[in-house]
């Protein structure tokens, strides 16, 4: 890989087979997108935005899952009101499943306690984010969803070198200190030759409950700026919304309606396939 | 240590000698205080805690110096509004100095552009982390403030096992799903035998700017029932303030007048140094 490549989704060179070193998953596996969620900054929403990006695919008639790559911080079972279910099968773990049939893996599940601290180094976090890949029987998906804990170290790293990635989500906020940070992540899903699918800006102002008035409280949106000056897609804005966290703290992520626009997810990733079936760059 | 031991700055056994592998600092290096603010959880204001908390100590006449321990996702130049500058002397690195005279070592200090990715796996973030103990120039400190990464991984890890620790400052948010996270970090020190000072809870709800409501963005606080339930001191609130990220972005942290509750922390140290001293726990 060049190190000047664009590396977003409609630039990507060669295929999955040039990938270095990447890891076989378990038998009766067949994933056809990997997507990883990533931002580089920590408490942006990364764990909410996969979540509603698992949630509007699994809408458009996919069969999904999310890997919880955050090891040591993992939101996900939480948002879904999944409990600590481990269930070991000939062959590997078997993910649990949410209530709209959405398959979740995360280091949460295997705990006994959901707050029980994982004092880890990176080598191991890195070997739980690979056993994720190949020891999980997830069975047929029309995606897997990723979601990465801050910062460009083990995790990240691990996922995108080994793990076949179709395109990742980048998540922002609008602070300029959020979005420093968050070029770091693009910088390396770019050195590592991992396709951009877009950004999405979480935490962009919230409404006043009374009087309506629109709260910037990390400042005015960055989105556009980040997008043009990275070259990458704008997904969506979404807001600094109470009734996100309320849903999230019930277990009841599924029954938001908000981020209807990270459906167009599925179409990217389907042009993109069709367009490398049709053996080249349009 | 024993596994149920409280941990708190109150009622730590044992002394600084008894640390495992503890650092040698640099020569001429001398630090009364080390505090790390750590919090397990992403994007609650670590690092906006950890300047503030810098600031409010050198106000009250102490020599500060912050360890940037985030060395994939760095803050602390930004909000203080200083570039990078290495300077390297005879027997280790010089920190920058702040406006108010606060000295400041961190990885993007020694990057040559701010937004540089650092994709680093744990054994190197370690070695860096190691590194800004041993071979910084920190001089006379009267404390020196340590800003963690989230999670509980390798640059924690290495900060509560080789630097002589004084006091963790957590940091919390409202949201349930922080708290989970938060919670692991402070069975993290306590498992490490790092005496806790108390918890501070950032982002707790934003007032509108034209009707005066408040807005529990994140929901309602849970200050007070984690501090209840883990038998820790609740050192304050920071509301989710516009002002503050306005300051931040300019790097104008400095001007902030909020958090002056945390220059409590001074006297806590200083009492828990008092009864260190009579030879005992009062």
Redesign the interface.
Known sequence: MRPDQKGDATSREGDKSRAPKELTPAPGTSVRHVVPVMS?????GK?TVAALLAVRLTMAGWQVGILDA????P?IP??FGIKPSPVVAKGGLVPATSRLGIRVMSLNLLLPR??????????L??GAVRQFWTDVLWGQLDCLVVDL??????AP?TVLQSIPVDGVVIVS?P???TT??V???I??AR??GAPILGLVENMSG?R????G?L?????PSQARRICGSAGIRLLGVLP?D?EL??L??RGAIEEYAGGEFLGVVASLLEADQARHQRGGRS
């Open positions: 580089g900054k920590g408490g942006v764990s955050d090891v040591t911080g939101s939480k948002l959901e707050d029980e601290p994982v004092i880890w180094r990176g080598p976090i890195a804990p801050p910062g460009t170290g083990d790293l906020a602070q300029q200190l420093m940070v070029s770091k992540a910088g390396m050195r590592l919230v006043c409950s009374r009087c008035e709260i910037q409280v990390f400042g600094l109470p966290s309320r999230g703290d």
